[in-house]
């Protein structure tokens, strides 16, 4: 006597009837053999998930940041401070952004006009 079989949608092994289930990702019935190797894949992707996390510190730094890398990253903190915006408006004028006062101004780059900020008096930075 021969047992009927059943093609799986996922795989596509001839099953018994009685070994397919009703996947709720998949929405489809599939044999055991699907669910199980689905289950797994989301075990490893969890895991993977899990070191990704584990591997950054808690202040969101990346993993091996020790105190060279501070040291680093405040010299680049002070000398981005210290750098001045310029936007040009045209050939001979820009806008500048005092770094003392943060104080947005035009300055007139063939007369060197102003010299000092209008607001807190601090000389103009030089530029290119």
């Given at each position: 006597?021969?047992t009927?079989?059943v093609k799986?949608?996922?795989c ?8 397919l289930?009703?996947d ?15 289950e ?11 070191q990704k996390?584990?591997?950054k510190?808690k ?9 060279e890398?501070?040291m680093?990253e405040?010299?680049?903190r002070?000398?981005?401070?210290g750098?001045?915006?310029v ?14 006062c943060?104080?947005e ?7 060197n006009?102003?010299?000092h ?8 930075a030089k530029?290119?």
């Open positions: 006597m021969e009927v079989r799986c949608r996922q596509g092994k001839q099953v018994r009837p009685d070994e289930v009703l709720h990702v998949l929405k489809k019935m599939v044999c055991h053999y699907c669910v199980a190797d689905r797994q894949r989301e075990q490893v992707h969890k895991e993977v998930n899990a996390v584990v591997v510190a202040d969101g730094k990346p993993a091996g940041w020790d105190r890398d501070e680093i405040k010299a680049w002070q000398k981005k401070d750098m001045v915006t936007k040009w408006l045209s050939e001979d004028k820009c806008k500048y952004v005092c770094p003392k943060c104080y101004f035009t300055i007139n780059t063939e007369k006009i102003p010299a900020c209008p607001y807190c008096g601090a000389d103009i530029f290119q």
